[in-house]
């Protein structure tokens, strides 16, 4: 695996391969690699000859009073895991680098409809930094494909629209959530929690189970979300939002809406976890 910082011998790579009809995946990340991860390099490995990862902690996704400075920084172990994994480019760029006319300074790449509540609300401006970054990212590695986790739902479906407004050449691929054998999805921020605190997250797949199966039973939605609500504070969580919402652009869903996407944060101790579940309306 080669290793790399700038975006100039990122493109001479890139070039070659190109140059020899290789296509490129690119797996983006913040790092401290874990499982979930591996799953979207492994996935990468099967649409593309060449897999490209970056890992660069993103700041300008971070709100005041956010995990920044504290987001764990793994690079010797996620280095270990990507080159086993078959990743042949790493990029591991600079603050300087990813912006260099200056974090604040920088063109903004704001998508509509990122403001629709759910992480937004207690996280403004976060997807205004996620789509900034990916936009650059996209356009220094022009790959046929980019895979992103279906974890960070929102996410996706912000870069999802991003890539057709502003016509990127690229596929987004949805990659599925990795979970514990708890049901608790892998997150890299669950390296804060402690044993006891894991196996009560466990809580937050629970309660997205019992809203599927719940509105699938076609129980009233509201009665449904309140006793997943209080499932996840009894284990000791914090929930911030449980929400259901439709696939197709996460307004909120009617009754009309079909395919159907329930999604949570919640808090154990100070770590804020997220995940969500898709279903069919019917079974
Ligand atoms: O999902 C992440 O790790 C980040 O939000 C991403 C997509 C790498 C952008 O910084």
Redesign the pocket.
């Known amino acids: 695996m080669q290793v790399v910082e700038t975006v100039a011998q990122v493109r001479d790579q890139l070039a070659r391969w190109r140059q020899q009809g290789q296509s490129i995946a690119l797996v ?3 790092g401290n690699l874990h499982d979930g ?1 591996m799953s979207l390099v492994d996935r990468a490995g099967e649409l593309a000859d060449r897999v490209c990862a ?1 890992i ?3 700041p300008s ?1 971070f709100g005041p009073g956010e995990d920044f400075e504290q987001y764990p920084r793994t690079p010797e172990h996620d280095m270990a895991l990507l080159s086993e994994g078959g990743c042949d480019l790493l990029l591991t760029p600079s603050v300087a680098e990813m912006y260099p006319t200056g974090q604040d300074n920088s063109t903004r790449v704001r998508v509509p409809g990122s403001d629709q509540g759910l992480c937004d609300a207690s996280r403004p401006g976060h997807f205004d ?2 789509a900034t ?2 936009t650059a ?1 996209l356009n220094i590695f022009q790959p046929h494909v980019a895979i ?2 279906e974890k ?1 739902f929102q ?1 996706l479906m912000v ?1 999802r629209r991003l890539v057709k407004d502003l016509h990127l050449p690229v596929t987004i691929v949805g990659s599925p959530t990795v979970r514990e054998a708890s049901g608790l999805a892998v997150s ?1 921020r669950n390296r804060y929690l402690d044993e006891d605190q894991k196996q009560r997250a466990a809580a937050i797949y629970a309660a997205l189970c019992a809203v599927r199966d719940g509105v699938q039973a076609g129980h009233p939605q509201d009665d449904v979300s309140t006793g997943a609500w209080r499932s996840m504070q009894a284990a000791g969580l914090e929930p911030e939002y449980l929400e259901l919402r439709r696939t197709l652009d996460l307004a909120p869903a009617s009754p009309e809406d079909l395919e159907l996407v329930v999604l949570t944060a919640a808090r154990m101790g100070g770590t804020r976890l997220i995940d969500n579940l898709s279903f069919p309306r019917t079974p």
Do not use: Y
Request: overall charge negative; aromatic content about 10%; proline content about 5%.
């Open positions: 983006p990340t913040m991860h970056t660069f902690v993103n996704q930094g996620v970054v990916v990212l992103f986790g960070d996410q870069i890299s």
